[in-house]
């Protein structure tokens, strides 16, 4: 969190929403630095996308206190819009518009003449590689040109703060490492982002700072390594080469370790959270000399998938599904 109030982008402090029976957003605090990307994870239904619309005006919060740019967002709603953009899960394009006839129609929106938003577009469609697509109509786009193009469209006027809602969704690996590639140069150009994720990969990619968002409450916040110390200093993963030794292996595991271990989904590996190094050679050791063989170790940080299943009790891909079921 920032010792300065002037330096933060958004706070939020005991945000509430409700609809109906649901509590969609139940006491969300958020503390986001100027010119950071701030990474809010959780699966769908925990409540990401209803923060960015209470923060970005579009609802009105049942309890609690949210600023932008030290602006309310209650009482100060016209200022709030006039210093952000919103891109949502889906682009807002017109599909039967070009590119550059999007880019030209958004702008002349904004205010630009027809010369002014003209010269804008060709300006980004080039720098987000669109360019040879300008005169192409927008339904016959790939959907990580589309992506492109729609965060294009919302920094024709540069925002101080960029809310992009799970912008990779459904993109192939190349066009999200382009959406990234993307984000990266808006914040060096200046603008804070708040990005939205399901992916654990892209927050750990691109979140100076993430907040791990479950049914409505945020359960975790701090850097990646910050979260991945949060469950332990380190994770050690044996491979047995016999499947059979594997229990026996993972007893003696657990006695050098002094900690429970885990026997995952592949019958030759036993993981383990482990407190102290030290414990790690002796573990080893013990093996050896029980005649266990094993193929391969590895010692290392806990990925943030990890930190997801310790956190919330199930990995993030069981959460997704839970959450799906229930829309």
Do not use: C
Request: charged fraction near 25%.
């Amino acid at each position: 969190m920032s010792n300065s109030k002037e330096e933060l982008a958004i706070e939020t402090v005991g945000l509430v929403k409700h609809f109906g029976e649901n509590r969609a957003v139940d006491g969300v605090d958020l503390s986001v630095k100027k010119g950071t990307i701030y990474g809010v994870l959780g699966p769908n239904g925990a409540g990401k996308t209803t923060t960015i619309r209470m923060l970005t005006t579009l609802l009105k919060a049942d309890a609690g206190k949210a600023k932008v740019l030290g602006f309310d967002v209650s009482k100060d709603a016209d200022q709030v819009r006039q210093r952000i953009s919103l891109t949502g899960q889906f682009a807002s394009l017109d599909e039967d518009l070009s590119g550059m006839e999007n880019m030209v129609m958004i702008g002349r929106l904004l205010g630009f003449t027809r010369k002014e938003a003209k010269q804008r577009g060709q300006e980004l469609l080039t720098a987000f590689d669109l360019q040879d697509a300008a005169k192409r109509q927008v339904k016959n786009y790939s959907g990580g040109m589309r992506r492109r193009l729609d965060i294009a469209a919302s920094i024709i006027v540069s925002p101080e703060i960029l809310f992009l809602d799970e912008p990779t969704t459904g993109l192939d690996p190349r066009s999200r490492n382009q959406v990234w590639d993307i984000i990266r140069l808006l914040v060096d150009a200046g603008t804070t982002v708040l990005l939205t994720t399901q992916y654990l990969d892209e927050a750990d990619q691109l979140a100076d700072r993430i907040a791990v968002i479950d049914h409505g409450k945020v359960i975790a916040e701090g850097t990646s390594s910050e979260l991945k110390a949060s469950v332990g200093s380190g994770k050690l993963h044996v491979r047995v080469l016999d499947p059979e030794a594997r229990d026996d292996a993972a007893q003696i595991l657990k006695g050098a370790l002094e900690v429970d271990v885990q026997l995952g989904s592949d019958p030759l590996v036993i993981t383990a959270q482990v407190s102290d190094h030290k414990h790690v050679a002796r573990a080893l050791t013990d093996l050896a000399s029980a005649n266990i063989t094993i193929t391969d170790f590895s010692l290392g940080q806990p990925s943030l998938d990890e930190v997801f299943l310790t956190l919330t009790g199930k990995p993030v891909e069981d959460q997704v599904k839970e959450a799906e079921g229930n829309v």
